[in-house]
């Protein structure tokens, strides 16, 4: 049941954020599928006791692989998937509770917060940036094998 519940949940705010970032009618539950992929695999990692960064990076990489794939099937900008599925990962509760105790003055908890976002914030953007290289990389063997 607590799986279901994620799922779910990623799912309805993967396909909202679509809404919201105008993605085309026909792609959002699409989205919405990217979004809620990432979120199970993140939770799935968290499960078996990987730590959040490296479960970031690996649900990111995995957004980023299915945004591409998706795009070359439906002919349609990698941006409006990966973007609608990201949302799910981003650790802005975690931003937040940085910032409510540095308004709390516990700097302490605050730094280790705000560290731990700004990791997985990173972990994010390097995970779509390595799919996005390994695509690359492979579009340049195939191009070169077709000469």
Known sequence: MFML????????????FGVLFNAPK???????????????????????Q???????????????VISQIFAKMYKTPIIIFSVAG?????????AYN????????DYNTAIQLA???????????VGLVISEVINQMIRKVQFKSRI
């Open 5 to 16: 519940t994620h799922m779910i949940t990623s799912f309805i705010a993967s396909a909202g």
């Open 26 to 48: 026909k792609s959002l539950l699409k989205c919405g599928f990217v979004g809620m992929v990432g979120w199970f695999v993140y939770i799935w990692l968290v499960n078996w």
């Open 98 to 105: 940085a910032m409510r105790n540095f308004v709390e003055n």
């Open 86 to 94: 990201i949302i799910p990962l981003v650790p802005g509760g975690i």
């Open 115 to 125: 560290a731990k976002a700004f990791m997985i914030s990173g972990a994010i953007a």
């Open 50 to 64: 990987y730590d959040a960064v490296i479960s970031s990076l690996i649900a990111a990489f995995t957004i980023a």
